[in-house]
């Protein structure tokens, strides 16, 4: 019968086919899944429901995982991962809570023993809800197939709305092969999840406006918050009508155009100096969508020490948690923009004086390298991509370290969802596998992998993934051979000990921080050897005057490919505030 | 800062691990909670968890935030900002060989309201509620005879009626005005006979 919809299907089902087929009527189109004994029925929907939803196998969890966070993160929808029980939902725990922190909707799905075997320590049960109560949105053990549709719909709901963030649904195997005829309208029953009172008041929007209109030196603080609600076009607006300056967070990049002139890039431990010097002398400081993270507030009592301090997030255990507000506003940040750019003036005084003042600290402090440098510098590897890919459609994803700050310093980024780091986790080996997921999301794009050589190790597995499925993902590895932010750590404060941050043989002199030159003498392990053994292009780069062919090669290459980049190890990632420190502490040379 | 002593009461929905998640959002996040009750509510989807914890407003402030943002809880409210009832119920076994002390124990036990509930041969065991400076009393004065074994409920609380703004607190709840006066008798919230311990 062709007039049935699913609202009014009565046909009977299986837990596993009402789960995927919950999917997606939720418009999921892609899911990352790596089956084992205790998933095998859901798999066996997966296949059912082909058609509508493919499923990409990863070849590890954690790499399916943070592929479905790529997928999440560069599209602003649930991304979808899926494991077994035990070792299979254990390996999704890192980017589980990574996807808390960040802020990323994301739904994982794990099997589990049989409800019989729960608590009898059954082969492969791992108390997987337990393990990941603290570090989820929300979470569940589904142990009534009745339950299933009604969870699957509070578990979208959950994971999109307010503050986004990763629910995770643990199914025993029994429930899967349960047959039940699902109640597609059953309501949701969350009587303490209200989400929608969350806009601003009249009140608070005029309070803020008023704080524009006498302030003399305003900056705008933004951050994850405005991607995660499309706010960038408000914001846009907010800062046309207002000409307030903004320095973005790590999650904020992209919010706002690079080459603004109201730009201030980046704020925070490896941020510009003019945007934490902006910070500290500013006399409004308007955070939105951020959290006040250490990282961006080196020591919390001195950070914008003599502003009045204006806050509007959704979550309002935000609000006040590290810094007090003087106006607090919880809302999504978008309602809260679109009321105020309803009535906001620009602030009464001059702000030329304040933006000389900016324009002075940008000309004496830019982002900067040596630009004479005899090999590839990271900085200038990055910037030369930049150039390279700027009239292409380029997603940007990275690992964690050096390479990852000196990505957000000079890659320029204009646009929301465009560049995907692992922000407050700080999870080394998001890069590869994050890739995949934009690259399943954006087919047609390129997608970029700027990653280090300790970082790509931790998921270079996924270039299996990359090949067999066809995600044309590149990588520029920028290869050190060290953990380089340790490295620069060490150098900085504990006089230069290498504390097992060389990844070549221990016998090398590197090792033991006895080294000579700039370069590690020998490049372990193959990376293009390791390349083509997947089938994926590759070849490796040392001298600056092949940088731009190499790049152009790469991103010509019809499939994935490697690009490893030769790179100094002594090289530091400046301006730096020292960790619990203050912007006077600020290291620039 | 002044540290307060706050006693929070959190509405929650009654599915398992509501428990193990509070619990371990407050360990995770440093709050030390000096009591903490759990019991069903009038309705049966619901639980009611009470807590004494001890901070300033600021971190009253964020526990209370952190626990409405677990999706299972319903509604916290700071019950100590109120004029409120709380009641704490103890259970001691006190050793008292037959002789004169099990007299001393029995008027000791009649003067702070409490009740004999079980006598054995060389111990007797003693019910008493009251609020935690009561039972914080109670025990010091019955130490010296010999407690065996101590058992207590943690502290329970209740904002009293006429404290009530009408459809303030009862509405934010999803309660109406008539379950809260059927929960709290007439007569038992004036502040007389309510602190008379």
New interface residues.
């Given amino acids: 019968m062709s007039t049935v919809n699913r609202n009014t299907q009565t046909q009977v089902m299986a837990g596993s086919d009402i789960l995927v087929k919950s999917l997606v009527d939720h418009g999921v189109e892609v899911l990352f899944a790596y089956p084992g004994g205790c998933s095998m029925p859901m798999h066996q929907s997966l296949t059912r429901y082909a058609p509508q939803l493919r499923t990409i196998l990863p070849r590890h969890e954690q790499g399916g995982a943070f592929a479905a966070q790529g997928y999440a993160r560069s599209t602003g929808r649930v991304g979808v991962v899926m494991a077994t029980s035990g070792p299979g939902a254990t390996n999704l725990v890192t980017a589980i809570a990574d996807a808390k922190l960040d802020s990323v909707p994301l739904i994982a799905i794990t099997g589990q023993v049989p409800t019989w075997y729960i608590g009898k320590d059954a082969f492969q049960e791992t108390p997987v809800?337990?393990v990941c109560?603290?570090i989820t949105?929300?979470?569940y053990?589904v142990t009534d197939v009745n339950d299933l549709a009604r969870v699957m719909k509070e578990a979208f709901h959950?994971a999109t709305t307010g503050r986004p963030g990763p629910v995770i649904i643990d199914m025993p195997k029994d429930v899967q092969n349960q047959q039940c005829v699902p109640n597609w309208d059953e309501p949701m029953?969350?009587?303490?999840?209200r989400v929608e009172y969350r806009r601003p008041q009249p009140e608070q929007i005029k309070q803020v406006a008023a704080a524009i209109k006498r302030a003399r030196r305003p900056v705008i603080y933004a951050g994850g918050g405005i991607i995660a609600a499309g706010a960038s076009g408000a914001l846009r607006e907010f800062v046309d009508k207002t000409g307030i300056p903004v320095g973005l967070t790590v999650m904020g990049l992209g919010a706002f155009p690079a080459g603004h002139p109201r730009a201030l890039d980046m704020l925070g431990m490896h941020g510009s100096v003019y945007s934490n010097f902006a910070v500290d002398e500013c006399d409004l400081l308007i955070a939105l969508g951020v959290r006040f993270d250490d990282r961006v507030t080196g020591k919390f009592e001195e950070f914008a020490k003599g502003a009045k301090i204006v806050h509007i997030d959704i979550?309002?255990?935000e609000?006040?948690?590290n810094k007090?507000a003087h106006i607090s506003v919880i809302s999504d940040v978008k309602a809260a923009l679109e009321e105020l750019n309803r009535i906001v003036e620009p602030p009464d005084a001059d702000l030329q004086e304040w933006y000389s003042t900016i324009d002075a600290w940008k000309a004496k402090y830019p982002f900067k390298y040596d630009t004479e440098f005899d090999g590839i510098l990271q900085q200038h590897a990055i910037h030369t991509l930049c150039n390279l890919v700027s009239g292409r459609e380029t997603y940007v994803t990275v690992g964690v370290g050096q390479h990852q700050m000196w990505s957000a310093q000079f890659f320029k980024f204009n646009k929301p969802r465009t560049w995907l780091s692992s922000s407050g986790l700080g999870t080394m080996g998001f890069g590869l596998p994050a890739a995949m997921g934009v690259q399943a999301a954006h087919p047609d794009a390129l997608v970029i992998d700027i990653d280090g050589d300790g970082s790509f190790q931790m998921n270079i597995q996924e270039l299996a993934t990359c090949f067999c499925e066809r995600l044309p993902v590149k990588v520029m590895l920028l290869n050190n051979q060290h953990l380089g932010m340790v490295v620069q750590w060490e150098d900085r404060f504990m006089q230069g000990n290498r504390a097992h941050t060389y990844l070549g043989p221990i016998d090398h002199p590197e090792a033991t921080g006895k080294g000579q030159g700039k370069f590690a003498q020998e490049r372990y392990p193959d990376f293009v050897q390791i390349a083509k053994g997947y089938k994926c292009g590759g070849a490796t780069v040392s001298r600056k005057a092949d940088l731009l062919p190499a790049l152009q090669e790469m991103i010509d290459y019809a499939g994935p490919y490697v690009l490893d980049v030769q790179v100094p190890y002594q090289e530091q990632v400046l301006p730096m505030i020292p960790s619990g420190g203050t912007v006077r502490d600020i290291i620039v040379e | 800062m002044n540290r307060m002593r706050h006693v929070l009461s959190a509405l929650?929905?009654n599915v398992?691990?509501v428990l193990?998640?509070i619990s371990?959002?407050l360990a995770?996040r440093g709050y030390n909670i000096d009591s903490l009750a759990v019991g069903e509510t009038e309705d049966p989807s619901?639980s009611r968890m009470t807590f004494v914890v001890v901070g300033d407003d600021?971190v009253l402030?964020?526990i209370r935030?952190?626990l409405?943002?677990?999706?299972?809880?319903?509604?916290v409210v700071d019950v100590s900002s109120h004029d409120y009832v709380e009641r704490d119920l103890m259970l001691v076994k006190v050793s008292a060989p037959p002789g004169g002390q099990r007299a001393e124990i029995r008027e000791l036990t009649e003067i702070f309201r409490g009740s004999i509930v079980d006598v054995g041969p060389d111990e007797i065991t003693i019910e008493i509620s009251g609020r935690e400076q009561k039972i914080q009393a109670f025990i010091e004065r019955i130490r010296p005879y010999g407690i065996v074994e101590l058992v207590r409920t943690g502290r329970i609380a209740m904002i009293r009626s006429h404290g009530i703004v009408p459809g303030s607190l009862g509405a934010e709840m999803?309660i109406t005005s008539d379950k809260v006066c059927i929960t709290v008798p007439h007569g038992a919230g004036t502040k007389g006979i309510g602190q008379a311990e």
């Fill in positions: 809800v337990e109560r603290g949105k929300h979470h053990l959950i029953n969350l009587p303490g999840y979550d309002p255990s609000i006040n948690k007090e | 929650v929905q398992p691990g193990a998640h371990g959002m995770s619901l600021r402030d964020q935030k952190q409405e943002k677990i999706v299972t809880v319903v509604r999803g």
